[in-house]
């Protein structure tokens, strides 16, 4: 094994160290009154129990799948040995980081509150860290449990010396699975739950009975500060986890075969790259997080530029550390790689700038759509639909160029280096990752702060305590879109990527049954040299072939459904939370002059029951269809079901995430003053804009870049089923 | 040329006589009142300017296209020299169609009223037969000018004897660019106009004044009567003329290739099978339309079956016809051929059903969605977006399994018969549509009886004619929804058929720049023998070709977009017809007591010029975009394109269409006396769902049809670029 193996496992230490370092440093702060913390207690009792909750169906739910791919992997020899645990794992460590992660941030609320009170800087500061908490840990530990099982795969696995990389890639490329159904439950569960307890809260309290928002007196504020907290930092977290993992996954068993016969030396540099490229953006990343300050009575301008300022340093230096990588591992493309990374990186931001224009009150589509608020919520509900499905045209097309650069880049210019090309995407996408732990923390933040303006509001702090944890609260919107914008775009490229492991998978199970060549009809080809232009000649994975041309009917239809089935779970689920609210206010009588306490705990419960039972069906449609549309219609109908997917998926999730994000800042402009203000007709309007767009972007939407990369992972384990016993 | 070529011109002549005859039948019923001419005469109006408007500015592009054709066909040789001229037929006809189909629909709204205030079945007669009037017409019409150009085609191409199926339907298919371009702007201005009006009259009506629709004081009445006509009717009638003509086009240039070398006059035999079986289900719809009627005092579910027993007899005659014609034709696998039609019906009747179970106040999805407006607008609106998401399976499904059994039957089991299995595709979108005389007579009497119940409303006319005309238009609702999934589930055949021929464009064109046969690495082939997946394995379109993915991610995209720019459309139309009818409301004092008249000309005006404007850009995006992508990404591109936009918005067009058609009805319900009946706070809600829906299901959902067969008529025309000039 390359000694600079062990960069990755150094740098996951020091990044869990430092993410150590940080929560220390916030716990060491001021945690404020005795009603701050009793209401963080709250909070975090909800979020505590709801997430034990979670991890228990969960977990029962990952023993019985561990326990039939095991029974698959002994049994009918259709995959390996080792997928059961490493599934397991993948599991339990992503599952780790979104327990660490809310842990901190429901500890971070009172705190931030508290420094907030003495001056915008500190409450940054406290806020920011506390999301690298974050950040880190979803790095460190997904660094951690890849080196850990790629050193135990080069150690125990026993196959030529030739053979090794592609053999423990191919194997490892299905320990996504864990992570990925792990980052299913975390975002679909966490998702429904906050868009619950949201709905619930905005519809009755605000909008019914006029109080403001956070306000004590509404029995589903505490569910709502809870939602916060299991949905948008424990499910975002498992979903970024699992988005850098797959993408290392993913690139990493392209490098296998893009050298393949280049020599081994070689092809195991190739193959350490995507690791290697990410921890050397986790420690710049640290460095970032450090250079984030800015000076007292700074505005949203300040902020955005201090934020930016961590991440632009932290970006320049990778593009530098990285050039250096390559050079030294001695790439005889290393410029090519280097390039698709910058290109990845670029991708990357370009998308999150797009996300950024779409959805921020600062440009003029959100106040167009903010605008369309004096004539009602129909025409609101028109303008932010239409202004989701056309914001879908930037990130595709950075994308499809973004594709189309790193492809040539690192093919050479040669377009009929398909692996090469590949690869090339693969490490793009890694690339626009690498820098994963400064970004994540710029969106973990949010939520924080946002909790932070929640517990001063209950709590009655005032001396300008909300407008500054506003301030915070509104820039980590703008950064969560761009979060987002990361997330659908690398999930776009990994996706493309695994598609090329598919075929491995193919190859591998073909080689395992026996077969030794591949016929096409005019000549025979060795199995172990058939290009992927092969075997899409082999089975016909051709766009004319009406099994794909179903399969992509397929995989769009089940990215609808899919979404469609989360709305319902959101929707059933906040009628329950309306009623509940309505209930209380009804029959728990002084609770709005304030003499009564509301029963927060039922609103609780309803969250938490309803994210149990809604989460399930979705999970078992995504791992469920795979395996059957490829008993059904084959490997072309399996390429075509992911395909359909992953494009519909995409650009989908674009669409729900922008129109959800443009209808909250409408509804924040508003407030501002903007169309008559607070409690105008316009403001009505913009709630029910921004309700509707609540499970559009929390929910629906970030589901479907798992979605997508689950069922890639779930047809690659399943690629033996497909191949053995698929009818026609 | 055969002999029964004669039988579809004859056919079309005996559908345009009954159209006359039932035209002159509703004539000559009684027009009503004074007051009834009046207001039918002002609607009558409107429309006809519009239409007027609208053909004006369609005929500049239009003249301005065809020179572009023109000069694209004699100065490069890219095209044949006969697509200008049948390029503007094409559009002319489908104009004439909606045209008549419009001017009929208008002047039987009054009649319409006048014959319900006599009797339930004599409302019911008389509308469904000006619906007839437009069914009639345009099948009448599209196969008059198919046969038109088959036989100047037959008569002066010359070509060798062998070659000629292929060249004329080759040629031939071109021709849909007319009716697709022409259907796109009937749709989307149509769609634009009318739901523009719609919108506006409801919100600042219904919801701000508390009048009931269609009262004579809302200005916008009149003009959301006109859209009735010019969207419901006029657009529809184009939609399906070019549903029809498209899906017999591709499948006669299916049935060259499939029969090629079989014999010249089987080959013509199979070329001419899809027109005469649009004949057969012509004549036996006339038969089903003269069964239609109903006793008095009828019910709902009286009337329905009613129209089902009609479309029923007409189903069982034509699928005993079509056996008899597959015989008689002497087609040796005629029982596939006509196993293929019949699964084309029966998918067509299931997407119909399911349209209809998931829009029908009847059952319980619709039910349900009414049952969240107790629960406001944003929960009624999710619920809306999460049934029509989920929606998607049932169609999808039925339309995979169609497809597989028309292509499992046509190619006789063997599944390496792709231009066999292609043909029975065509060949099932020609089934599914053979009956479309009399399920558009079932659709288009829809807003006829809608319009005669705002003419019942605005003249005063009491004893119950207006619930009898709602009787019948809520019938017209399901009826409509019936009609959408044929257009929906027929584009997905059609397009999927019309990909092959984009196939054998790129091989004639080959041809033409002299090429002999085409190299697959190991071996070269003849151009002229060359299969489909010899073209397939030639220009790599499999799906891990970065071309094709991204051709498919662009082709998602365009879909998306599409849809967000109608959207954006309506929602500015519409934003400022709120503010004209606001302004009226204020400035013209006395409109609310009835002593002053709204300025109803005024909301025509803006309908009409926000539709002529807005729908400019999305047709160009449509026209535009599959030649920039051939130039950028070639073959691979464009397919990837073709089959992306064709996956996406097929599903996104379910969705819309069944989202919009459940609000709709779910206000209806409520309406109907359910969760507090009219006025109450959940038919605020709902009236904020059907104004959300109506976009979905009139303009952007329906619209999207077109635009998927338009993008791939475009590629075949422009496919000599693409080969010649693709840049990677």
Redo the contacts between chains.
């Keep these: 094994m390359l000694a600079i193996f062990w960069a990755a496992p150094f740098v996951a230490c020091i990044a869990l160290w430092f993410a150590w370092t940080f929560y220390r440093g916030m716990m060491a702060e001021d945690a404020g009154s005795d009603r701050m913390q009793t209401i963080a207690r709250h909070v975090r009792k909800g979020a505590i129990a709801y997430l034990l909750q979670q991890y228990r169906v969960v977990g029962v739910v990952f023993l019985l799948a561990a326990a039939l791919l095991a029974l698959l992997s002994f049994g009918l020899d259709l995959q390996n040995r080792w997928l059961p645990f490493a599934f397991l794992t993948g599991g339990f460590f992503s599952g780790l980081a979104g327990f660490f992660g809310m842990q901190t941030a429901t500890q971070a609320s009172s705190r931030t509150a508290q420094a907030a009170a003495k001056s915008l800087n500190r409450g940054l500061r406290v806020a920011f860290r506390s999301g690298a908490v974050m950040g880190l840990t979803v790095v460190g530990l997904a660094l951690l449990d890849y080196s850990f099982w790629f050193y135990i795969l080069n150690r125990f696995l026993h196959v030529p010396e030739e053979l090794k990389m592609t053999a423990i890639t191919g194997i490892m490329v299905t320990f996504g699975m864990g992570v990925s159904l792990q980052a299913l439950f975390a975002r679909v569960g966490g998702g429904i739950f906050t868009k619950a307890a949201d709905?619930g809260a905005d519809?009755v309290g605000k909008?019914e009975k006029g109080i403001p928002e956070d306000d004590p007196r509404n029995p589903a504020t505490i569910a709502d500060n809870v939602g916060d907290n299991v949905g948008d930092v424990a499910g975002m977290g498992a979903d970024l986890y699992e988005s850098f993992y797959s993408s290392i996954l993913a690139a990493a068993a392209l490098g296998a075969v893009a050298f393949n016969g280049m020599g081994t030396a070689l092809q195991a540099r190739a193959v350490l790259l995507p690791v290697l490229i990410g921890a050397c953006g986790t420690l710049f990343s640290i460095f970032g997080i450090y250079t984030v300050r800015t000076e007292e009575n700074a505005n949203m301008g300040v902020l955005l530029r201090a934020l930016g300022r961590g991440i632009n340093w932290c970006n320049i230096f990778v593009v530098a550390a990285i050039f250096c990588l390559c050079r030294w591992l001695n790439f005889p493309n290393y410029l090519g790689l280097w390039g698709a990374v910058v290109v990845g990186l670029i991708t990357g931001s370009v998308i999150g700038k797009s996300s950024e224009y779409y959805t921020s009150q600062a440009y003029r589509p959100t106040q167009n759509v903010a605008r369309?608020c004096a004539?009602?919520?129909?025409?609101v509900?028109?303008?932010g639909?239409?202004?989701?499905?056309?914001?879908?045209?930037v990130p595709?097309?950075s994308?499809?160029i973004g594709?189309?650069c790193a492809?040539a880049l690192a093919s050479g210019f040669d377009?009929s280096q398909?692996n090469a090309?590949?690869y090339g995407?693969g490490i793009s996408a890694v690339g626009m990752l690498s820098t994963l732990a400064i970004t994540l923390a710029t969106d973990a933040y949010g939520p924080i702060a946002d909790n932070a303006g929640g517990n001063a509001e209950m709590s009655g702090l005032g001396g300008g305590v909300r407008e500054r944890t506003d301030t915070l609260d509104s820039l980590g919107n703008t950064t969560a879109a761009t979060g987002k914008g990361f997330a659908i775009g690398s999930a776009?490229l990994t996706a493309?990527a695994l598609?090329?492991s598919y075929?491995e998978g193919v190859r591998m199970c073909l080689m395992r049954s026996g077969l030794t060549a591949i016929d096409l009809g005019?000549?025979a080809v060795e199995l172990s040299s058939a290009t992927?232009?092969d075997f899409?000649?082999y089975f016909?994975?051709?766009?004319?072939?009406?099994k794909?041309?179903?399969g992509?009917?397929?995989?769009?239809?089940l990215s609808?459904?899919f979404?469609?089935?989360?709305?319902?779970a959101?929707?059933r689920a906040?009628?329950k939370m309306?009623?509940e609210v309505r209930r209380q206010f009804r029959e728990i009588k002084g609770i709005l002059d304030g003499s009564a306490e509301p029963d927060y705990g039922e609103c609780v419960r309803i969250s938490t029951s309803a994210a149990q039972w809604e989460m399930i069906f979705p999970a078992l449609v995504a791992l469920c269809a795979p395996i059957l549309v490829g008993l059904f219609l084959g490997v072309p109908g399996v390429?075509?079901l992911l395909?359909?997917s992953?494009?519909?998926g995409?650009?989908?999730a674009i669409?729900m995430a922008n129109s959800g994000g443009c209808w909250d800042n409408a509804k924040k402009f508003i407030e501002e003053g903007q169309h008559g203000g607070k409690g105008s007709s316009a403001h009505h309007a913009a709630?029910?804009g921004d309700?509707?767009g609540d499970?559009f972007k929390d929910t629906s939407g970030p589901s479907l870049n798992i979605l997508i990369k689950l069922m890639t992972i779930v047809s690659i384990v399943a690629v033996g089923i497909t191949v053995k016993y698929h009818i026609?």
Excluded: D
Aim: aromatic fraction near 6%; charge should be neutral; charged fraction near 0%.
């Design positions: 709905v519809l909008v369309q004539t009602g919520a129909a025409t509900i028109i303008a639909m239409g202004l989701g499905m056309v914001s879908a045209a595709v097309l994308v499809v594709t189309i492809y377009f398909v090309g590949l995407i776009a493309l598609l090329a075929v005019t000549r992927l232009q899409m000649t016909e994975v051709h766009i004319l072939n009406p794909l041309i179903l992509l009917f397929l995989g769009s239809m609808f459904v979404c469609g089935l989360t709305m319902n959101v929707g906040a009628t309306v009623n390429m075509g395909a359909g992953l494009s519909t995409f650009i989908l669409f709630i029910i309700t509707v499970p026609i």
